[in-house]
């Protein structure tokens, strides 16, 4: 292949994934989706850092950071408002200066998707290197853009980690040219973007002196990476924590229970993995991007030997499940092991069964795209991939934007997870329901309520209603802002009620360009529940983001009131398993809770929205409608409707889960 067209090539894709991928985070910011954790903070301590106040943010307090149902705890003498007390990101000082020019979680979105999609380079130039072939390269390139994990860094808010897998490939491609101060520079960058990342700095080292000899410079690597580990650990953290122990470490105790009672299920005579089953599960998913090739280089693969370990050992899913931003520092290794997997096995070919080399590393490219591509089909978020959605705008943002307004720049606030990186560009901002010393409070009752579940969201907002401490400015669409007063006024009568605007949210009629509409609408009912509702529409949208084990997606419904309800009732949602049960997976929904069942008119249509559904591949969603506010109250029967029912008629199945 001609250079001219390989780098050509090369462009295209590297531009074709940055635009998919831009416009995808972009838009999923501008829906309001991406959280005060972790687009808010990193975009409050970038622009803090750019105001003068390094690693500054105040986005935990109150319930914010929960593990396992134990909040945040710090040692004494801790610096809580510190990302040093966190993790240690250095790069976000650099990262500063982009807010001289344009501040804003735009900035960071266009940076990291950049960043990331020019990793094609390195592992285009890594493979043409060692497979002396720029199909090969181009290949390669595009098993990296198509990783399900390096897709789903770039759709997880933001964090300087997730732009691992760029510097380690560089530095890798650097080591192999012997480029050493350049590696040297690249290096220390990696080791800033977080705390372990020096771990995969160190395997660099190791691999210098053990497979290339040069002990001198490898072990110099080594130590490097190792003592600037410690101090992160050791000393950094431990003296903005206040010592502290780490919050996350309940979630290897699972692996550490299994490690201990294997020993002990072998001398039984069961035959078991050291390790939890879903380590081996992560394990092999991240090697099906490569067609398994890098299963044929283990010593490479050790490369990624840490982030396997930090991920695959966690019991959460949120790490084994190879998304988010926490698998993408393992797919250098990966990707690394899978081209010297593609020589080797060409290199012995030829040797030994006389077959034209180049040839195989044809064929062996053809495999590892083959790998990447059914992976990003089945786990992916940008096209192949099953779960793709084209996005569009959903107008809450504009119908946002006037509240926005009326909030001065300098002013503390306290704002619901999805408005709060809306509103960080400012020294004190605070994730509702903590409200600390802000004057002015945003609550999107329609949004994601986190860390509070949707019911417990509605008492919260009413509590404000109700207040004679804080007035109501404005609402509209699921959005209510309140001001705090100097002084408490007596409260005359009932309580604040939100003007007509404020209920938009519950309206199918207003719903955004790209919303599913009331799918049957203009025929028969999907179900009917005695003869108060009828379900006329279903609709799940998957959440843009990569799991290897579980599922998400956003269901909605649209329900017609056949009649007046004289008390309320609640719809809750259910998970049809491949066993048949259903299951209940009901975090309510704000419909429901603000405009309940006994205010609906008869002919009057309702859309309920519901938060985030986790949920297996394979499973069908199904709803039931309860007498009552609770999920176990009794339930009505279905009387009616074209659509499969089960748990004693009286849980509708409205389709299979995305």
């Excluded at 520092?329 to 180049?358: K, M, Q």
């Excluded at 059914?374 to 959903?394: F, T």
């Excluded at 069942?597 to 938060?611: H, I, K, N, S, V």
């Excluded at 009552?628 to 409205?654: H, K, M, N, Y």
Aim: charged share 15%.
């Amino acid at each position: 292949m001609a250079p001219r067209l390989a780098a050509l090539c090369l462009a295209l894709m590297v531009s074709a994934y940055g635009l998919a991928a831009g416009r995808l985070a972009l838009y999923r910011h501008w829906n309001l989706e991406s959280q005060a954790l972790d687009m808010g903070y990193a975009d409050q301590i970038t622009w803090n850092m750019a105001q003068g106040r390094p690693f500054r943010f105040t986005v935990f307090r109150g319930q914010v950071g929960a593990e396992f149902g134990r909040p945040l705890q710090l040692g004494p003498g801790a610096d809580r408002d510190s990302l040093l007390a966190y993790h240690v990101e250095l790069l976000f000082a650099p990262l500063a200066l982009l807010y001289l020019v344009r501040p804003g979680p735009e900035t960071l979105i266009v940076v990291l998707t950049a960043v990331l999609a020019l990793g094609a380079v390195p592992t285009y130039l890594l493979a043409r290197r060692h497979l002396g072939s720029r199909a090969a390269g181009l290949a390669f390139a595009a098993v990296y853009l198509l990783y399900p994990s390096v897709q789903g860094a770039n759709l997880s808010d933001f964090h300087l980690v997730s732009m691992a897998p760029t510097f380690l490939l560089w530095g890798l491609w650097l080591l192999e040219e012997r480029r050493y101060r350049s590696f040297a520079a690249v290096a220390i960058l990696s080791a800033f973007l977080k705390e372990e990342v020096g771990l995969l700095v160190a395997m660099m080292g190791l691999y210098v002196w053990l497979r290339r000899g040069q002990r001198r410079l490898g072990l110099g690597i080594v130590g490097a990476s190792c003592a600037w580990v410690a101090l992160c650990f050791l000393v950094i953290i431990p003296r903005f924590s206040g010592g502290a122990p780490s919050l996350f470490a309940a979630r290897y105790a699972g692996a550490i229970a299994h490690l201990r009672g294997w020993p002990a299920a072998l001398a039984a005579g069961r035959l078991d993995w050291p390790v939890p089953g879903f380590t081996v599960g992560y394990v092999l998913e991240l090697a099906a991007s490569t067609g398994f090739l890098a299963l044929l280089a283990p010593f490479e693969l050790a490369l990624a030997a840490p982030a396997v370990a930090i991920n695959g050992l966690s019991s959460s899913a949120w790490q084994h499940g190879g998304g988010a931003h926490y698998s993408a520092e393992a797919v250098p290794g990966f990707l690394f092991a899978a081209i010297l997997a593609v020589r080797r096995v060409s290199d012995w070919t030829a040797g030994r069964l006389r077959l034209d080399a180049r040839g195989v590393v044809f064929v062996l490219s053809l495999v590892a795209v083959t790998g990447a591509l059914v992976q990003s089909r089945q786990h992916g978020i940008l096209p192949p991939a099953r779960r793709y959605v084209w996005p569009e705008a959903s107008g809450r943002l504009e119908r946002l934007r006037p509240l926005l307004a009326r909030i001065p720049a300098g002013a503390p606030v306290s704002a619901q997870s999805n408005v709060f990186p809306h509103l960080s560009n400012r020294e004190r901002v605070y994730v509702f329901p903590a409200i600390e010393d802000a004057r002015f409070v945003l609550v999107d009752v329609a949004g994601t309520s986190d860390p509070l579940y949707p019911d417990e969201l509605y008492t919260e907002a009413s509590v404000l209603l109700a207040s004679g401490r804080y007035v109501l400015l404005d609402a509209n669409d699921g959005f209510v802002l309140f001001e705090r007063l100097d002084h408490a006024r007596p409260l005359v009568g009932s309580p604040a009620s939100p003007p007509p605007p404020f209920f938009t949210f519950t309206r199918p009629a207003d719903e955004g360009p790209g919303a599913a509409r009331a799918a049957g609408s203009a025929g028969a009912p999907l179900a009917q529940f005695d003869d108060l509702f009828e379900v006329i529409g279903f609709h799940a949208e998957p959440v843009p983001e990569v799991s290897f084990v579980v599922r998400r997606a956003i269901p909605t419904l649209y329900v017609r009131a056949r009649r007046p309800a004289a008390a309320a009732f609640r719809f809750t949602t259910f998970r049809l398993g491949q066993d048949g049960l259903a299951r209940i997976h009901d975090d309510g929904n704000p419909t429901q809770l603000w405009r309940p069942t006994y205010r609906w008119e008869a002919g009057d249509t309702l859309r309920l929205r519901y938060p985030p559904l986790t949920y297996s591949p394979g499973e069908q969603f199904g709803v039931g409608v309860q007498r009552g506010v609770e999920t176990e109250g009794v339930r009505l029967r279905i009387s009616g409707g074209t659509v499969p029912v089960t748990d004693g008629d009286r849980v509708a199945i409205l389709g299979r889960l995305p």
